[in-house]
């Protein structure tokens, strides 16, 4: 059936118009098929774009036999491993250009279940941002080991309380962004990648008076291949939720004082 001929490929989902699922990849060949195969199954209106930063084992020529036999199946190459928040931005920027009226993340590793998306897309009818928080009532997380898991609770708690964002999953992955909430944010002011990504666009989505919206979901640890997560993205992390604190509580001291901020 063609685009032409497709009523769902027309109408978009159900109250949110025409949706686009950005997964990025990097060394996700065990996993790329299985990923995009579960979000037809559960989501057969939305559209998926793999975001692949050069993949040498492989996953980008995999992701292109996807897109060749589906034509809601789309592959974006990049020029090498430039890191998780620039390739969602790619991906941002590649939906904006085509007209798409929201995005979502997703992780390609498995640990974002596709069966979780209607529940996020349906939440997405009456709220400009939704997350899939792990650490909201009716939320589970399983197979994750008890350091991952505090590491995870301690910095969620931690940028909540610094930057005063009513979000409990602040560093969530799994998110849908309507079209109005990314051209709210000034996403050229994004610098951060891997774990303080999440938190930054959380903070720019909060700064512009966007509506945000928590939906629990089930979070696995993955199956295949290696996490991406190291001690140099937690202290990247650490170190950027700290300035930005800073930043926040500068400009609120110079409104008191009548100063320009």
């Known amino acids: 059936m063609s685009e032409a001929t497709d009523p769902t490929r027309r109408a978009g989902v159900n109250g949110v118009g025409r949706v686009l699922v950005v997964i990025p990849t990097y060394n996700e060949a065990d996993n790329v098929s299985d990923i995009v195969g579960r979000v037809r199954q559960e989501t057969p209106a939305v559209e ?110 931690y940028a909540r309380l610094a930057l005063g964002m009513p979000v409990s999953d602040a560093t969530g992955g799994y998110r849908v962004y309507r079209r109005g909430a990314l051209d709210a944010m000034d996403l050229s002011s994004v610098c951060s990648q891997g774990y303080s990504f999440q938190v930054e666009l959380s903070r720019l989505a909060h700064r512009a008076g966007m509506r945000i919206v928590e939906v629990p979901i089930t979070f696995a640890e993955r199956e295949h291949g290696s996490s991406k997560m190291n001690a140099l993205i937690v202290a990247e992390a650490l170190w950027r939720i700290t300035s930005w604190a800073v930043q926040d509580r500068g400009r609120a001291w110079r409104r008191g004082t009548g100063r320009a901020s």
């Open 48 to 157: 998926i774009l793999v975001a692949d930063d050069n993949s040498p084992d492989g996953t980008g020529v995999i992701a292109d036999a996807l897109a060749a036999t589906d034509p809601r199946v789309h592959v974006l190459h990049r020029k090498g491993k430039e890191g998780l928040g620039a390739a969602y931005l790619a991906g941002f920027e590649w939906a904006r250009e085509r007209g798409y009226d929201a995005v979502v993340e997703m992780d390609a590793d498995g640990s974002h279940a596709p069966e979780d998306l209607p529940a996020l897309l349906a939440a997405a009818r009456d709220a400009d941002v939704v997350i899939g928080s792990r650490w909201t009532r009716g939320a589970r997380v399983v197979n994750w080991p008890l350091r991952r898991l505090a590491l995870s609770r301690c910095g969620n708690l």
